[in-house]
């Protein structure tokens, strides 16, 4: 049985799956097995992919469109029904170290959740993500390092209190512990509210600069549909568990800055039903979740 599956999602984005996939298959470190899951692409990934497969992968594709933290929980369930002592969640527009992935697995404490050093695919010594910082009472977070020349300020290892999921190893122990990605995330956030519930679990948090990968960093959505779900997301965070009252307070100033932006947008006759449907799509959100929440 495998030790590692590493889970891997596409949404029309075979090329950079391919680079993926071809960096994998350069690593020193072989016990793993290469999950891959199409989130119902409507171009041609799903033939594509077929073409490039290695020999290690299982190979899902999906029938219909289900966001990245749902794909990603069927990557990992079939990890762990496969046996794997680890799941590696890694974004498809990514290029491995050819050592990432053995010095991900010695270097990472026993018990604990890690992630490597990230840096852009272009220009490749620029960092993308040294460790990262949440605020647990708004659900932001900073990305140490962004943007920065890489050199021996991000050399050393360290605990942190945020990973992102462009790339995350999870012990097996962990995820029975700590469980799945919510689902009702979509896209978008799934790492903040993870990172929260293994903070709530006591389990250590560790960037490890010298496993490294680089990241092509925003191939997968963008514009309007990201400024939706990442607002949509960050609100539903901060108002999870909280009262009816709460979540109003909190979603009023977004929503009506939504509001104003869509009047904006229409004013100036851009992306009309573009954004129209993203500020609606987060008001009828919005109304469902108050709707259920205790008072």
Known sequence: MPKVGIVISNYNGWQDTVQCLQSLEKQTFRDFEIILLDDASPNDSVARLR????????????????????????????????????????NNDTVAAPDFLETL??????????????????PPDEIWFAGGVLDRATGKVQHLGGHQKDGPAFAQ?????????????????????????????????????????????????????????????????????SVYYITRNTLYLTCKGKSRAYARLKAAGPLAAGAARYALTRLLGRRKGRSYGAYRGALDFWRGRMGRMQS
């Open 51 to 90: 073409e490039h497969l290695p020999p290690n992968t299982v190979f899902l594709p999906q029938e219909q469109n289900l966001g990245f933290a749902a794909v990603n929980n069927i990557g990992m369930r079939r990890a762990l029904a496969d046996g794997c002592e680890w799941a590696l969640l890694l």
């Open 157 to 225: 290892a360290k605990q942190v209190n945020f990973i992102t999921f462009c790339c995350v190893l999870l012990p097996r122990a962990v995820i029975e512990q700590v469980g799945y990605l919510d689902e009702t995330l979509f896209m978008y956030c799934e790492d903040v509210d993870y990172c929260m519930r293994l903070g709530d679990a006591g389990v250590p948090l560790w960037f490890l600069p010298d496993a490294r990968i680089w990241h092509k960093a925003g191939g997968s959505a963008g514009g309007m549909l």
């Open 105 to 122: 697995l010695r270097q990472t404490p026993e018990g604990a959740v890690s992630c490597p050093k990230m840096l852009f695919l272009d």
